[in-house]
């Protein structure tokens, strides 16, 4: 079944690699302290995290551009500096329009 979301739902896509030997570490802090801090954010919706081997993947749902561009300039940088001892490079950051969600019922 697919439905359709409320118009102006943004996702937005945050992708980098974890440091080698900083998976553990990688994952302590997104559960103790990113997504605790995403939960608080005005406009958060859900978070999707993906993992594979050192690859992440997370996608991130906001009501609206504003919430979105609020938590981008407001937020996100001190959440990408805490991260950055556990990353290789950089994050690729990209925002999309939300416009379906599949699910079985």
Do not use: C
């Not at 998976?23 to 801090?37: A, C, M, S, V, Y």
């Not at 551009?65 to 490079?89: C, F, H, I, N, W």
Request: proline share 3%; no cysteine.
């Amino acid at each position: 079944m697919i439905k359709n979301t409320k118009n102006g739902q943004i996702a937005r896509s945050v992708r980098f690699d974890i440091a080698t030997n900083k998976n553990e570490e990688f994952q302590t802090l997104f559960r103790n302290e990113i997504l605790p801090t995403l939960k608080k954010q005005d406009g958060f919706k859900d978070e999707l995290l993906l993992v594979k081997d050192q690859h992440v993947l997370a996608i991130s749902v906001w009501n609206d551009m504003d919430s979105a561009r609020k938590y981008e300039t407001a937020t996100y940088p001190q959440l990408d500096k805490k991260l950055r001892p556990v990353m290789s490079g950089n994050a690729t950051v990209e925002t999309f329009k939300y416009d379906a969600l599949s699910t079985i019922s």
